[in-house]
């Protein structure tokens, strides 16, 4: 009977001998899996890819201010693998704020990268104070260039707000204080000192369209009414360098900033929830395997992953939009 038991308890200890041997076997390979994944879905988006390349960012949409955004281009700047950067652009603009957040981060870039920007489409106010910040812009010849103007809209309840009999009480430390106000008609003072926001923040504008595509003050003027221009109407303006393709935008870098030719053009996208899957992945594979210390920690750094990428990552409301 003690021979039995004996026995028994070898099997006992071999079979988890065999276990621990699968599970640890598995946990590798998963690792390995994981690894695998992440490098080539980095090496898709051009986070750190090893073979050299042209960097592709697109902007388009509405512009706000966008820690991502931010991030992504830091990264583009740092990557040794980029030789060149090409800012696509499609957008009508944005807020102020959003506006000189991305412009000053491309320029930041630009002094790693050379930069060239190609309107696919729009660049319009803020989308066009996108473009400036490259050192060369190619746009198609039925894109819309330009809108240099600033633009403060806001909405007048006062008369709805009587039809239905709803009045507005307020106690407030001087009169132009949370002017303009939605509930009442804007006064003459309210209205003069928006204006003064916007005349300056127009001069700010007019002053980086200036200095950056070198105009002297009658062609400021002619390119600052605060209309759009056809592609074709730009080039005489001195609004964008020439029109094109991607591809001519391309050449410009080969051929002007030395930029080795041929060279393959990734897609560089700011990182979201989705880049840290892996890690659920892997958590619920170490899991299945019974390393639970293992699976926790990997759920703490899927976490601690996606609060990082949502930190500064804001919407704040501003009424100057261009």
Known sequence: MMSIDAEAIADRRRLRR????????????????????????????????????IARISVGGLITGNQ??????????????????????????????????????????AERKPVVA????????????????????????????????????????????????????????????????????TSPEARAALQQVVNDTYDWFKTLVRERRRLNEA????????????????VPMKLVDRIGSERDAIAWLEQEKGVRRNLPVRDWKPRSDSDFSVFAMAAMGADL????????????TAANARAVQLDGLLAVWQPLEK
């Open 18 to 53: 065999k276990l621990s041997f699968w599970r640890v076997a598995g946990l590798a390979g998963l690792i390995a899996a994981v690894a695998a994944l992440g490098y080539a879905a980095a090496d898709r988006a051009g986070y750190g890819g090893v073979q050299d390349q």
């Open 118 to 185: 190609f309107v696919d489409g729009t660049a319009a106010s803020g989308g066009y104070i996108t473009a400036i910040a490259s050192d060369y812009i190619v746009a198609r010849e039925t894109a819309l260039v330009g809108s240099v103007g600033v633009l403060i809209q806001f909405p007048d309840l006062s008369g709805l707000l009587g039809q239905v009999g709803v009045k507005v009480e307020e106690v407030k430390s001087s009169p132009l204080k949370a002017e303009p106000s939605p509930f009442k008609p």
């Open 68 to 109: 991502r955004l931010a991030d992504l281009m830091e990264r583009v700047r740092e990557s040794r693998s980029v030789s060149g950067v090409v800012i696509s652009i499609n957008s009508p603009g944005g807020t102020t704020t959003g506006s000189e957040e991305l412009y000053r981060n491309i320029r930041r870039l």
């Open 219 to 234: 062609e400021l003027e002619s390119a600052s009414t605060g209309q759009v221009f056809s592609g074709r109407q730009s």
């Open 289 to 300: 395997l019974g390393f639970e210390g293992a699976a926790d920690t990997l759920r703490r």
